[in-house]
């Protein structure tokens, strides 16, 4: 017997088919003959199932998948010895950095629950979170150099659809939350392949657009914030669609809507808060307000979940700094939708943001062919962590700043000026 459980029976499979093709086609655009690594929550299995078809389809050489379970997750803080938050798989992730060398394609849904270990020990989690993040450096290093091809896509796990929708039975939440992804990913239109070209087309003119003007540096300037970002010596933008070192173009991210670059380690100062919520494996981390001096943080307090975001910003010195700068519509669709995702990948879709941690080495002219060294000469930061979250909102203005200090306005009231 195929059991299912009633919630998922409300997910529109139509829909969730054409979610696997964009995510195989346009998400990895995976090649013939190349192996696929995916990582899914286990209530994920019937998208995970499609993905899968869908890569073979297109020619997949190996289709390899690893699932994470909610409930065993819980059972390591309820049960675990306290030695164990301070171990991580690292056998896992070694094996897959190996694999990303060799060319694998890697592909992650998303779903967990973002309270998942909302009530679990602080301290524990700061410890588990940090011995991960040492230990998945190796692969994150392939995937953030964009050494391959590698997308994520998500699916509406019912726990995470309760959060969003916690007036509604699970039926019907999980119905909103799967129609609310398929919107935000364009897969609800006739074509999604024809769709993310167009949107692709859009976002590069966004981009072609900021790396004519060369700017120096972001001032940031709304409701708890006046924030300069400097940028990184030989920035690049990108938005949308990228080629990866190994020639393919994919879309990392199902949905975007964002235009990013790399901020100059060195060079943040002023004061900024967040405008939505931040949900860091398990909890939720609100009201964040920080304070940058030479490029570093030097202040963080948070209405909730301060804590776990204090032991964040100690995970190294780079945790301190910024990676990533993005700038994103006020209008755009996620936006419009009213949705608050408690979902990192549609939240910041919302908004303009900021990235803690390691920067993209995409993110420079050339930056394929630059070491490590001369990334961080030009003011590209490193670190075990990559962890965005939103500042940009209705209320935010932004004007990029040219070496000779004059001003371009680059939004206003959170909309392309």
């Given amino acids: ?42 209530v994920a299995l019937p998208l995970v199932r499609l993905i899968t078809q869908h890569a073979y389809m297109a020619g997949a050489g190996l289709v390899t998948a690893f699932y ?5 997750t819980l059972a390591r803080y309820r049960y675990g010895s306290d030695q164990s938050f301070d171990r991580a798989s690292d056998w896992l992730y070694d094996g897959m950095a190996k694999a990303y060398a060799k060319g694998t394609a890697r592909l992650a849904v998303s779903g967990d629950n973002p309270m998942l270990l909302s009530e679990q020990d602080p301290a524990k989690v700061g410890r588990a979170n940090r011995a991960n993040s040492a230990a998945y450096k190796p692969a994150l290093e392939k995937i953030s150099n964009f050494d391959i091809n590698w997308n994520i896509v998500s699916y509406p796990n019912p726990s995470w659809a309760a959060l969003v929708f916690p ?27 024809a769709a993310w070209a167009e949107h692709n087309a859009n976002l590069a003119k966004r981009s072609h657009w900021l790396n004519g003007e060369r700017f120096g540096s972001l001032h940031f300037r709304g409701p708890g914030t006046d924030l300069t970002v400097g940028l990184a010596d030989g920035h690049e933008w990108h938005g949308g669609s990228s080629t990866a070192k190994n020639g393919i173009t994919c879309n990392p991210n199902i949905p975007t809507e964002e235009v990013f670059t790399t901020p100059h380690a060195l060079r943040v100062e002023g004061h900024v ?34 804590e776990v975001l204090n032991k964040v910003l100690d995970t190294d010195e780079g945790a301190r700094r910024l ?32 990235a803690l941690g390691q920067c993209y080495s995409k993110c420079f002219v050339n930056g394929a062919s630059l070491t490590q060294e001369q990334i961080k000469a030009q003011g590209g930061n490193s670190s075990l962590i990559h962890i965005d979250w939103m500042i940009g909102s209705g209320q935010v203005d932004i004007d990029g700043i040219k070496p000779d200090g004059s001003r371009v306005p680059v939004m206003r009231q959170g909309e392309w000026a």
């Fill in 1 to 42: 017997m195929n059991f299912m459980p009633q919630s998922q029976t409300s997910v529109d499979p139509v829909k969730l088919e054409k979610l696997a093709e964009v995510a195989v086609k346009v998400g990895l655009q995976l090649q013939t003959g190349q192996d696929l690594v995916i990582t899914a929550p286990v």
């Fill in 167 to 193: 007036d509604d039975p699970e039926a019907i939440a999980v119905a909103k939350l799967a129609k609310a992804i398929f919107a935000a990913s364009r897969v609800d239109v006739e074509d999604p392949i």
């Fill in 68 to 72: 994470s379970d909610e409930d065993s």
């Fill in 273 to 306: 808060s967040s405008t939505k919520p931040l949900s860091h494996q398990g909890t939720l981390i609100d009201n964040i307000r920080v304070r940058f001096e030479g490029g570093r943080i030097v202040e963080a307090k948070a209405s909730r979940g301060e």
């Fill in 323 to 354: 990676g990533e700068v993005a700038l994103v519509p006020h209008s755009s669709p996620i936006s419009a939708s009213g949705i608050l995702f408690y979902n990192t990948l549609f939240d910041e879709n919302a908004s303009c943001h900021i």
